[in-house]
Each structure stands twice: as C-alpha cells, then as structure tokens.
C-alpha cells in the first residue's frame, strides 16, 4: 500500500520542486523542468539509465509533431508584422464597423492576428492605433487598450499555431487542425466577454482620458492627423493580401476537416473522389498548409523586398522560437516520464473515483501554474505535460477537449508575474496597482471563466 502512494507523493515533489526553481531560483524553468522530469521518474520507478532515454524519446516525439509548424506560424507572423498587414485589418474592420464601435473593431483585429503573431509583439505594434482612435473619438483609452488586448491574448493562449496551444497538441497527440478551428470557437465568446468589460471601463473610470495630462494639453486634432499621416506614408497592403496568410490555411485545415468528418476513414470507390480526398488531406495537414501561406505572404505581402531582406526578416523571427521549442520539448519529456513509470496509471486510478470530470485535471493544473509563475505558455505545457499520461489511462476521455482545458486554464488573473500585464498597464499610463488589476487581471479571468463554461459544454456534446 505504502508503495502504491510512492508514485503520488513523487509527482507532488517534482511540481513542488518545478515551482520553487521557477520562483525561487536562477534556474530558467528548462533545466527546472528537466530536474522535475528525473524525480517523477525516480519516484515512479524508471532507472536513471531509462529516465535519460525517455527523456529524449518525449522532447523528440512532442517536437517531431509541432517543431516544424511553431516555426512556420512564426515566419508567417513576422512577416504579418514588418509588411504592415496586421495594421490594414485594423483600419479596415474600423471602417466597415464605423464611429462609435472602435473596441469591436480592435477586439475583433487582435482575435485575428495573434494566431500567428506573438500577442506582446502585436499589442506594441497595434496601441498606438487604439491610442489614436480613443483621442480622435474621445473615447475612454482603457476600452480601446483592453478590448485590442483582450482580442490578443485569448487566442494567443488557445489557437495554434501559437507555441503553447501547438505543444499542448503535441503532448496530448491531438489533431492540430481540430484544435485550432475548436478554439477559434471557443475563444469567440471569451472576447466578447472581455469587449464587454472593456466598454464597463469607461463608467468607472470616466478619466482614464486624462491620465497623460502633457498630451492632453496638446489639440487632440492635431495628434490624430500626425498619426494619420505617419501611416499614409508607410505603404500598407491591400485588404485581401493582408488577410489571406492568415485565413488561407485555416481553409485548407477546415476543409479536410469537413472530409474527415464526411467520408470518414472508409475507402472511397470513386476515382475523382478519391483524388480530391487525398489531395486536400495533403494540403490541409497544418505543416503544408502553413508552409503555403508563408509563401504566399512574401510574395505578396512585401513583393518589393529583396531575397536578403526576407531571409532576414524570416530567421529574426526564428530566433524567437528557440527558447520557446525547447520549453516545448522538455513539457514532452516531464509527460513521457510520467507515462512510462506508474505514475499515471496509479494516478488515474485515484482521478476515477473523484466527484469531478476528469477533464477538469489539466484545466485545474494550468490556473494554478498560471497563478504561481505568470507565464501561460508554460503553465499549459506543465499542466499538459502532468495530466496527459493520466487521463490517458481513463475510458471515455476526449483528449482534444483535455487539450484546450489546458489553454483555457492558463488565462487566469494575469497580474504581476505576467509580461503583458505590466505592458497593457504601462503603455496606458496605469500606475495604481488596484487599477491595475481592475484593468487586466479581471479582464482575463473573465475569459477564463467563460472558457470554463464552454470546455464543460464542449465535454458534454463529445
């Protein structure tokens, strides 16, 4: 018996250990990730000669399945980034809403872009649009800075091929594909519930207008028409050149989705059929796909830009994604371990027996890593990496709802610890730490809430 909570208590010291370095210590969360790794599998009776084999068996696997496509969606990204296409949308969605619905217009922008675009990255490059349009329109800055922030960060935890949602996939062997078209739907709801609050803002804090009192002295007029002109200046792409990167191979995704879910895996006696079939179950597999629209956005998203240039641009954005691969990996490993020792098996056994979907485990691992170490990428990846090879074990489980209650979990109460929190409070002026908070770390448990409700929905219907 004693034996038999070995494994229980092993695992409970290794995600104690994990959050202590993270916190505590120099130790980047890699090798503390690592470090949990070898005392689960110590604890859950692998030998240090398989501990080190597993390790690289699951850093490889997990890469094998989503290393290729984080590096696709980032190209795809930076260059969404320097061709000015992620400001076109902007400008766009605000004329077709008109005066007046700026907010949705800027929630609805940041939902698109950061699928592939880093959310921190695409907040600096689109607030000073927000910042132009609340002095223009006289609206309050912290619904404009909140509604574009919260479109961001909501797909950026859950859509791939963001990194954290695409090493969540990874580890629990999920189609990429299906999760990115779910979580589009299931990030939906969690923007407008966000846009909402963001337009509350404006009643409770009716000043926010007046935080950066030497701009204010100016005529609001003229800071417009500086923007304004500063942008007519820089050569933007058309509408359509801007979006398609972006929705093209969510087309190709959906429509072998749409096939999958038709024809199913059966043989299909049709010649012409059967061509079709095979064809757009090679175009919409995410690494073909993606490969695509990365072709297609610098062709023409920037066509006047030299061979050179676009190398550049293409492998700076790369650089950003080593770090983030790596973190990946290792999460594959720490999940490897724990499935190939008794960890999971003795775990799942205990989770069958509690009053609580089993659903709920990954969900309830990512809000607590969110909360203690702020980073979302990481609190997912930890809380995929832990609950995979547990829920595994259990019947009746739908491993890709398992998957995006790891996302949806780490949205909760972005404050202090969280990089985009001191950047949307800052960029807008915000000083008073319970401001702060009132701004962006209710904003995001909101979301969070909401995604809660829809990933119990979404259990009962699969």
């Known amino acids: 018996m004693v034996s038999t909570y070995v494994p229980v208590i092993g695992l409970g010291v290794s995600v104690f250990t994990l959050v202590f370095l993270v916190l505590r210590t120099r130790i980047h969360v890699l090798i503390a990730m690592l470090i949990s790794a070898i005392i689960a599998g110590i604890t859950g009776g692998l030998t240090i000669t398989s501990i080190v084999a597993v390790i690289g068996k699951g850093f490889g696997s997990t890469l094998g399945s989503t290393g290729i496509v984080i590096g696709l969606g980032i190209m795809i990204g930076k260059i969404l980034e320097v061709s000015g296409a992620m400001e076109k949308i902007a400008y766009s969605l605000i004329n077709v809403l008109g005066k007046k619905r700026e907010e949705w217009a800027l929630a609805i922008t940041g939902y698109i872009v950061s699928i592939p675009i880093f959310v921190n990255s695409a907040f600096v490059i689109l607030y000073p649009l ?207 371990v724990l499935h190939e020792s008794r960890t999971g098996i003795v775990l799942a056994s205990y989770i069958a ?64 610890n969280d990089s985009l929190f001191w950047m949307v409070n800052r960029m807008m002026g915000i000083k008073d730490a319970k401001q702060q908070m009132i701004v962006w770390s209710i904003p995001t448990t909101i979301a969070w809430g909401i995604g809660l409700c829809g990933i119990l929905l979404l259990n009962l219907i699969m």
């Open 130 to 336: 927000a910042n132009a349009l609340a002095k223009k329109g006289k609206r309050n800055i912290l619904t404009m800075g909140v509604a574009l922030a919260g479109g961001l960060v909501v797909t950026h935890h859950v859509v791939p091929p963001t990194p954290g949602p695409l090493g969540v996939a990874g580890i629990f062997g999920v189609d990429i594909g299906a999760m990115m078209l779910i979580g589009m739907a299931l990030s939906l709801p969690c923007v407008i519930g966000i846009t909402f609050y963001a337009k509350w803002l404006a009643t409770k804090y009716p000043e926010s207008n007046l935080l950066d009192e030497e701009r204010n002295l100016q005529d609001l007029r003229e800071i417009h028409k500086s923007y304004i002109e500063n942008k007519i200046n820089k050569s933007l792409p058309s509408l359509s050149n801007s979006i398609f990167p972006i929705i093209f191979p969510l087309l190709l995704i959906f429509i072998k989705a749409i096939n999958s879910l038709i024809f199913g895996g059966g043989s299909v006696s049709d010649r012409e059929l059967y061509l079709y079939l095979q064809v757009f179950d090679f175009l919409g597999e995410p690494i073909i796909a993606l490969a695509i629209s990365v072709l297609l956005a610098s062709y023409t998203l920037i066509p006047k830009v030299s061979k050179d240039e676009v190398t550049e641009h293409l492998e700076n954005g790369l650089k950003m994604a080593g770090m983030i691969l790596l973190v990946t990996g290792v999460g594959g490993s720490l999940g490897a």
């Open 353 to 416: 027996n509690l009053p609580i979907t089993p659903i709920l485990i990954p969900f309830i691992i990512s809000t607590l890593m969110r909360l203690v170490q702020g980073s979302g990428t990481v609190a997912m990846i930890t809380a995929a990496s832990i609950s995979a090879p547990i829920i595994s074990q259990l019947p009746d489980i739908n491993m890709l709802v398992a998957a995006l209650a790891a996302t949806m979990g780490s949205l909760f109460f972005g404050y202090f």
